[in-house]
C-alpha cells in the first residue's frame, strides 16, 4: 500500500501563506488523482483540492483563487499552496491519492496536518 506523509502545517497570522506537501511512497503517476481534503472540529470532512492525473484540477467553493494544488512527479509529492489564509481554514489537512478501476476506487490517505489561522 501506498504511504502519504503530509508536512508544512502550523501556525499562521491571517492574511498569510502556507505550502502543504505530501510525499508518497511511490510514483504518484500510477493515481488516478490526489488531493487535498480538510476536517474541522465539529464539521464534515471536505474536498479542498484535486489534481487528476491529466493534469485537471478542482478546487472547493471556498478556496477557489486562494489555494492551488500542484505536484512534482519527479518527487512523488503533491503541493498545497495556501495564500490569504483566513481563521475559517483551521483545520487538519488529510492527503489522499486514488486509483480508479471502474465502477471502483480504491483510496490512500495521510495521517493529516495541523493548519491553525490565528493572530
Known amino acids: 500500500q501506498v504511504q502519504l506523509v503530509e508536512s508544512g502545517g502550523g501556525l499562521v497570522q491571517p492574511g498569510g501563506s502556507l505550502r502543504l506537501s505530501c510525499a508518497a511512497s511511490r510514483s504518484i503517476l500510477n493515481f488516478s488523482a490526489m488531493g487535498w481534503y480538510r476536517q474541522a472540529p465539529g464539521k464534515q470532512r471536505e474536498l479542498v483540492a484535486a489534481i487528476t492525473s491529466g493534469g485537471s484540477t478542482n478546487y472547493g467553493d471556498s478556496v477557489k483563487g486562494r489555494f492551488t494544488i500542484s505536484r512534482d512527479n519527479a518527487k512523488n509529492t503533491v503541493y498545497l499552496q495556501m495564500n490569504s489564509l483566513k481563521p475559517e481554514d483551521t483545520a487538519v489537512y488529510y492527503c489522499?491519492?486514488?486509483?480508479?478501476?471502474?465502477?471502483?476506487?480504491?483510496?490512500?490517505w495521510g495521517q493529516g496536518t495541523q493548519v491553525t489561522v490565528s493572530s
Open positions: 489522499n491519492a486514488r486509483i480508479s478501476v471502474a465502477p471502483l476506487a480504491l483510496d490512500s
